[in-house]
């Protein structure tokens, strides 16, 4: 069993940066894909960015390619989110999310076992 909890979310002015954190527990955080998905009001949950177990793979949404960055450290159990030049359309909550199966992408809600309460990130103009 996986527990994520995200932190680093908040308010911040249009073009400015964020970096959110999630901490996993357990022992095994090397053998799980990890991805960001985020969700804004009357809006479906919407893939940001995954990344693979070795981190040597990551695939972006198109709506934050080039913006945003996903990163992780086994050693820390942690995973990362680093967005900068914001937009009031990133204003989501965002969610972190652990897969231990195989895809290509990962981009997928239903491609995660594991799931965050989410932090919420407000971007204003």
């Known amino acids: 069993q996986v527990q994520l909890v995200e932190s680093g979310g908040g308010l911040v002015q249009a073009g400015g940066s964020l970096r959110l954190s999630c901490a996993a527990s357990?022992?095994?955080?090397?053998?799980?894909?990890m991805g960001w998905f985020r969700q804004a009001p009357g809006k479906e949950r919407e893939f940001v960015a995954s990344?693979?177990?070795?981190?040597?793979?990551?695939y972006y949404a198109d709506s934050v390619k080039g913006r945003f960055t996903i990163s992780r450290d086994n050693a820390k159990n942690t995973v990362y989110l680093q967005m900068n030049s914001l937009k009031p359309e990133d204003t989501a909550v965002y969610y972190c999310?652990?897969?231990?199966?195989?895809?290509?992408?990962?981009?997928?809600?239903?491609?995660?076992?594991?799931w965050g309460q989410g932090t919420q990130v407000t971007v204003s103009s």
């Open positions: 999310a652990a897969s231990g199966r195989t895809y290509y992408y990962y981009s997928r809600a239903q491609e995660y076992e594991y």
């Open positions: 357990g022992r095994t955080f090397s053998s799980y894909a």
């Open positions: 990344i693979s177990r070795s981190g040597e793979r990551t």
